[in-house]
């Protein structure tokens, strides 16, 4: 049984160790807005920051060239830091690269590697907490998107979407109308539904 | 306190808007209604109109006022100059707004998980669009909602009312005739959660029991505020919850 | 400008060029509108426009004061814009920016221009005349400040109440009469981008344009004109805008008749 929660809201009258929540007096309560499931005792927060996590593929913008390393825009209140000696690609200000996180250094700044550049293409930020939805559940969900389109999309993990060629319209809507219903159930079938309905033969 | 001619608030054991004295006026929240910043709540209460918003957390500037162990809280109240029904309130720095501004923001550095966002600044606006007396008390109600529904962690989410002192009788959310003219006013945040106090103020004069009598009726009208406040951060996904539900 | 911006702006450049803007506008189309009027009970007059993400709240309040030293037979109008920190993340807390005071200054020579507003009508007596005050506050920022605060600045004016002078007390309560208002003005706001020019730009498009035309008209003439940021403008462009604005204003002063009513 799934419910919404609020900071605050009791969730169980035991401790449960899970993320976004606190134990007071052997009890655990919710610390954010999200979708609590009674059974299964989990905690999705419905909104919020992104919470990198080593190996997870995030898109970024170079917004500060340093002789020994570029500082990278993530849509987060956390930068990105990419050290140039193991960077192939000719990086400026400006430039957007697909990366995967590395770790967290004592400041939480985010320590990326194996940056690949990307060309053209637009981007769309979403929140974060969507994004598991964007992508479903085994790739489903972005694969329906990809072939619905004939779009190459990358989604990072940090909310950040670089879409290109293809129907990048129907790819924007797809994905923002994710967005908006991620919380509900049959969202698979809506989004098949649309794809089929908008095709375009591009 | 008191002015030339008083005007009679209590009227045959009823006030001038026709509540009894431990009545809240009306109340309604709607959660994210700014598309920019990444909470927002709208509140009516009574007759004023207030908007709060959030931006943040994000990266804390100037750097000398960043906190390498934990985010900062900023907090700024404000009335707009249309917002009052007699004269036009001209712009510029309000010592009043700026002492608002403070206990507010005292309030959401003690729920908020600041050491989640270290060097990082957690931004809260309040913006008064109406004002008929409790605007500080609706402010941070509705700045509750705002950091919530911007998914900041929270060890609970806070409500403010105002009570107060007409003649002899404590009331519960004086409004801005009753506040001009009243013996005492007393706003006060709760976290729910503890029904500990995060935000008092008091002018005026009360005996002990009255203080007592008067955050009584705080806490219970808490029961009401706190179910506003919850549903106005589960309706947007409730509704459309509801539209593909199936069946 | 942050980095995200550039790139995004690169992306509306790349569809500019093939003759799209993002969102699948026409060039010289204006994204929905909405008109809330008395939203502000309090105040004198009070109006909300959405103008797709953009909102502005405009509220109206009227005080008695002194007239001008140079004007003893007129009433005054001061118009204010506050670019609220809430309406952006790059907007912030302090005095007035000199976006906001542009803002203020073009809307309210639109309206002095066209003479919506009687100044000699607000004279009360000898030293006493109205000072009317127009605040315009942007809640949420998307582009195209200036035309959604005319048409707030307008819609307030139509239905705002003139409050009475009796025995030296302003009396706002009863029945009261309307503001008289003489004529509607409304603005027409284009970005140049590359070479292209587009009505009614989005933020993405702001934050790319190389320079800006406000015009504002009341249907028959060009009341009052504002050429916006470094880059420069041919006569020929010029020119060509007025055209567009003179026609796409008898869309706004539609949408503005059928909001007050």
């Known amino acids: 049984m799934n419910r919404i929660v609020v900071p605050g809201d009791l969730l169980a009258d035991a401790p449960i160790s899970i993320e976004n929540t606190l134990i007071y007096d052997n009890k655990t309560y919710s610390a954010i807005l999200g979708m609590y499931d009674d059974e299964k005792k989990t905690l999705i927060p419905l909104e919020g920051t992104w919470n990198p996590r080593r190996g997870e593929t995030v898109i970024g913008i170079i917004d500060e060239a340093r002789p020994s390393s570029y500082s990278v825009d993530l849509n987060s209140p956390f930068k990105g830091m990419l050290i140039a000696r193991f960077v192939s690609s000719r990086l400026q200000i400006g430039s957007v690269v697909e990366a995967k996180v590395k770790e967290l250094d004592e400041t939480k700044t985010v320590m990326l590697m194996y940056a690949k550049k990307l060309y053209g293409g637009k981007i769309i930020d979403i929140p974060p907490a969507k994004v598991p939805r964007v992508i479903g559940r085994g790739n489903t969900m972005i694969q329906q998107i990809t072939e619905g389109t004939n779009s190459s999309i990358i989604v990072g993990m940090n909310g950040r979407i670089w879409i290109k060629g293809g129907d990048v319209a129907l790819a924007t809507e797809a994905i923002l109308r994710i967005v908006e219903e991620a919380h509900t159930e049959g969202l698979t079938e809506r989004i098949a539904e649309m794809l089929k309905q908008n095709k375009k033969v591009v | 306190m008191e002015a030339g001619e008083k005007p009679q608030l209590i009227i045959n054991g009823k006030r001038t808007d026709g509540r009894a004295f431990d009545e809240l006026r009306e109340i309604k929240i709607e959660a994210n209604v700014l598309k920019n910043a990444e909470g927002s709540a709208y509140i009516e209460w009574g007759n004023n109109k207030i908007l709060a918003a959030v931006y943040g957390p994000k990266e804390a500037l100037p750097k000398h006022v960043a906190d390498p162990e934990r985010a900062i809280v900023k907090c700024r109240y404000a009335m707009a100059p249309f917002s009052s029904l007699e004269e036009h309130g001209r712009s510029g720095p309000n010592r009043r707004a700026t002492e608002i501004s403070k206990v507010t923001r005292e309030v959401f550095e003690n729920v908020i998980l600041l050491d989640k966002f270290p060097g990082c600044s957690i931004d809260i606006f309040i913006e008064v669009l109406q004002s008929d007396g409790g605007t500080r008390a609706a402010g941070v109600t509705a700045a509750a909602v705002a950091l919530a529904a911007a998914g900041i962690p929270m060890s609970d989410l806070p409500y403010a009312v105002s009570a107060g002192k007409i003649g002899d009788n404590i009331v519960l959310d004086l409004n801005k005739i009753e506040d001009n003219y009243s013996d005492a006013d007393v706003p006060v945040a709760i976290s729910p959660r503890t029904g500990e106090v995060l935000l008092l103020q008091m002018d005026g004069n009360l005996t002990k029991e009255e203080l007592s009598k008067a955050l009584a009726l705080v806490k219970e009208a808490g029961k009401t505020i706190t179910k506003l406040q919850k549903d106005a951060l589960k309706r947007d996904y409730e509704k459309i919850t509801e539209k593909y539900k199936k069946r | ?261």
């Open chain 3, 1 to 261: 400008m942050h980095a995200i911006d550039m790139v995004k702006g690169e992306y509306i450049k790349e569809l500019l060029n093939k003759g799209f803007r993002d969102g699948e506008r026409g060039m010289y189309e204006y994204r929905p509108i909405s008109i809330q009027n008395g939203i502000i009970p309090n105040a004198e007059g009070s109006a909300q426009v959405d103008l797709g993400g953009t909102k502005i709240l405009v509220g109206i309040k009227i005080d008695v004061d002194s007239p001008l030293p140079d004007k003893p037979g007129e009433g005054n109008l001061v118009t204010s814009a506050e670019l609220l920190p809430l309406a952006s993340a790059d907007y912030d807390v302090g005095p007035p920016s000199p976006e906001a005071i542009e803002l203020a200054r073009v809307v309210d020579r639109g309206i002095r221009a066209s003479e919506a507003i009687d100044m000699k009508s607000l004279f009360i007596e000898e030293e006493k005349v109205w000072s009317l005050f127009i605040d315009i506050y942007v809640l949420n920022y998307d582009g195209n400040l200036f035309d959604a605060s005319t048409l707030a600045a307008m819609a307030a004016l139509r239905s705002t109440r003139m409050p009475k002078y009796e025995d030296g007390k302003v009396i706002r309560e009863g029945a009261l009469p309307r503001l008289k208002v003489n004529s509607t003005v409304t603005s027409c706001t284009f970005a140049k981008i590359n070479g292209k020019t587009v009505l009614d730009p989005n933020k993405g498009e702001e934050d790319i344009m190389d320079s800006r035309l406000t015009i504002a008209t009341d249907g028959k003439y060009i009341r009052a004109m504002q050429k916006g940021l470094s880059g420069s403008m041919s006569y020929k462009t010029i020119e060509e805008l007025v055209d567009i604005s003179f026609d796409k204003s008898k869309e706004l002063r539609n949408i503005l008749d059928k909001a007050i009513d």
